[in-house]
């Protein structure tokens, strides 16, 4: 996937952050989509610091967001994102449906856990689990 761009899901951080079925995978394609062109919409950023509160202090939490979003660029849940996902509903999720429009502005893959939340929209983005993005490289 050289010269190419890959948006990180939220569910792939929240997989390494519970250790769920396929964390190391998640955690390594992560990892690899640091070093090409990796994206991440801003509200994952809201949603990993929400899911690291639990656990921690607040300056904790806001120090090991920065440290996993670090290597990634911010894609912006703009207010024309927010308009596609509330419009789009090939996508039943809301939250993916922005996932989706912020991925969408700026990348040529998705990096996803739940495929099949993307079926109806796949043609428009390369969707892949982090086991096919890591066989790709």
């Not at 996993?68 to 207010?79: C, D, F």
């Not at 996902?85 to 939250?95: G, M, P, R």
């Amino acid at each position: 996937m050289q010269n190419e761009s890959a948006f990180v899901d939220a569910n792939i951080f929240l997989d390494v952050a519970r250790k769920r079925k396929g964390w190391k995978a998640s955690a390594l394609a992560l990892t690899e989509i640091k070093r090409i062109n990796g994206f991440v919409s801003s509200l994952t950023v809201a949603i990993i610091y929400f899911i690291k509160l639990r656990t921690m202090p607040p300056l904790k939490a806001r120090q090991e967001t920065r440290e996993l979003i670090q290597g990634l660029r911010i894609v912006a849940v703009t207010s024309e994102v927010v308009n596609q996902a509330l419009d789009n509903t090939a996508i039943e999720d809301f939250e993916d449906a922005m996932q989706f429009y912020c991925a969408r502005t700026a990348a040529k893959a998705i990096v996803t856990r739940n495929k099949r939340d993307y079926e109806a929209v796949g043609k428009e983005l390369e969707v892949m689990t982090p086991e096919q993005f890591l066989a790709r490289l």
